[in-house]
Every structure is written in structure tokens, then in C-alpha cells.
């Protein structure tokens, strides 16, 4: 368990959500794979979008963090629908709609922590 913080600790199970060919979500698998956790993968185009644990990932994290407004999906949105997306509400519509315009890889710890993104050094602060 080289690299772990604490390594008398067993390694925590974390869950990673999102889209497979998605590079910043190999990059957080990698990483991860790398440090001996045990992780499960969700993905969104296969298993949707867990409509339950949305709810914890917005008190966690905040619609502004968790709606890609930079990405692909979000562009090509009509002006009105880009224009109605302002809070938890019309949020969840959206990403239920459109699972890609979520910002990936939203990562659950083993803790219950909800991460959103890749950064080697935040997720090195969770292990």
C-alpha cells in the first residue's frame, strides 16, 4: 500500500461515476487502480445516472460544481435551456436529461465524501 497516508488502514471502497472513454475519468481510474483502493466504476451511458444519489451529490458539492458548464453537451444546449438551469431543481432535470453534462469523474468515497473532477493532489488528501 505504498503512498497511502495511513497504511495500517485497509484500503477504502471507492465509487468513480461516469463515462469510460472520458479521459480525465482514466486519468482518476488510473490514479486510483495505482493505490491499491478497491473501485467501483458507474457509468453513465450504460447505467445511467443514479436519479437517487443525486440529491447528496448537490448538498455535497452544489449544482454550479457538479453541471459542466464548460463541456461539449453544455454548448451545444439551446440559449433557454442553459438559461433555466439555476438551481438543485432544474439541475437534476438536466442531468437526468443529458447524463453528459456532468462533470466527471464525481467520485464517492468510502466515507460517504463526494469529490467532482480529477486532481492527484486532492484525491491523495482522501486516502
Not at 3 to 20: A, E
Not at 68 to 94: H, I, Q, Y
Request: charged share 20%; hydrophobic share 45%.
Amino acid at each position: 500500500m505504498a503512498g497511502m497516508k495511513n497504511p495500517t488502514h485497509l484500503p477504502q471502497k471507492v465509487t468513480v461515476f461516469g463515462i469510460p472513454n472520458c479521459d480525465t475519468v482514466k486519468k482518476a481510474r488510473t490514479w486510483l487502480a495505482e493505490q491499491a483502493l478497491e473501485v467501483t466504476f458507474h457509468d453513465f451511458k450504460k447505467q445511467g445516472v443514479p436519479a437517487d444519489l443525486l440529491p447528496g451529490w448537490l448538498a455535497a458539492v452544489g449544482w454550479p460544481t457538479l453541471v459542466n458548464r464548460k463541456g461539449t453537451t453544455w454548448r451545444k444546449l439551446d440559449e433557454p435551456t442553459r438559461l433555466a438551469v439555476m438551481d438543485d431543481a432544474s439541475a437534476t432535470a438536466l442531468m437526468l436529461a443529458q447524463p453528459s453534462v456532468i462533470k466527471r469523474p464525481v467520485v464517492v468515497w468510502g466515507d460517504g465524501t463526494v469529490t467532482v473532477g480529477f486532481d492527484a493532489e486532492v484525491f491523495a488528501g482522501r486516502i
